[in-house]
C-alpha cells in the first residue's frame, strides 16, 4: 500500500491540507470544507518539500497570483467510475469560465444525470485543482460548494478579473 501524508499551506482561501498519495496529490481540502475526511485519514505529516506539495504549493501560488490558469501535477484521485468522468470532465472547463452541472452532464453523455453530477462534483478531492467551482446552477446562480459559497464567489470573480483583491480577503 502506498503511504499517505499531509501538510498545511497557506492561502488566499485560507488554510489548505494538501494529501499525497506517494509522489501524487490525492486531496486538496479547505477549512470547514464538505465532505473533508477525518484527518486521521490524511496520513502521517510530510516534508513540505517534498514530492507533490512543494510544486502544488508553487502552482498555488502562481494561480493566485494570476499567472496559472490550468493545473499541471500528478493526481492520485480515488473514486467511481462516474466520480472520475466528472472530475475529468470539470478539468475540461476553461479558466473564468462556467457550466451549469446539466451541461457537464450533457458533456459526459448523461444528460439527465445533473444531480449525480452535482454529487460528483461535491465528492471531488482536489478543490481548486480539479476545479469544481466553475460549475453553476441552470440560471447560472451559485449553488453547492463544498468550500462554501463565499469561496466560490470569490474563485469565480478572481477567474473573471472582477475580484482579484477580494479573494485576498479570505485568509485566516
Same mark, same amino acid.
Given at each position: ?75 492520485? %484521485? @480515488? $473514486? ?9 470532465? *470539470?478539468?475540461?472547463?476553461?479558466? /473564468?469560465?462556467? =457550466? ?41 446562480? %451559485? @449553488? $453547492? ?9 470569490? *474563485?469565480?470573480?478572481?477567474?473573471? /478579473?472582477?475580484? =482579484? ?8
Amino acid at each position: 500500500m502506498t503511504t499517505r501524508t499531509h501538510t498545511v499551506i497557506d492561502s488566499p482561501v485560507g488554510p489548505l491540507t494538501l494529501v499525497a498519495t506517494g509522489a501524487a496529490l490525492s486531496g486538496l481540502y479547505m477549512t470547514e470544507q464538505r465532505h473533508r475526511p477525518p484527518e486521521e485519514n490524511f496520513g502521517a505529516p510530510g516534508d513540505p518539500d517534498d514530492a507533490p506539495f512543494a510544486e502544488t504549493a508553487r502552482q498555488l501560488a502562481s494561480y493566485f497570483a494570476g499567472d496559472l490558469t490550468d493545473f499541471d501535477l500528478p493526481l492520485k %484521485l @480515488t $473514486g467511481t467510475p462516474f466520480q472520475r468522468r466528472v472530475w475529468e470532465e *470539470l478539468c475540461r472547463i476553461p479558466y /473564468g469560465e462556467t =457550466l451549469s452541472y446539466g451541461q457537464l452532464a450533457d458533456r459526459i453523455g448523461q444528460p439527465t444525470a445533473s444531480r449525480a453530477v452535482g454529487l460528483a462534483n461535491g465528492k471531488n478531492p482536489v478543490g481548486i485543482v480539479v476545479p469544481c467551482h466553475r460549475v453553476v446552477g441552470s440560471t447560472g446562480s %451559485l @449553488t $453547492g460548494y463544498g468550500g462554501g459559497l463565499d469561496r466560490k464567489r470569490r *474563485l469565480l470573480d478572481f477567474e473573471s /478579473g472582477s475580484g =482579484l483583491v477580494g479573494v485576498w480577503d479570505l485568509v485566516g
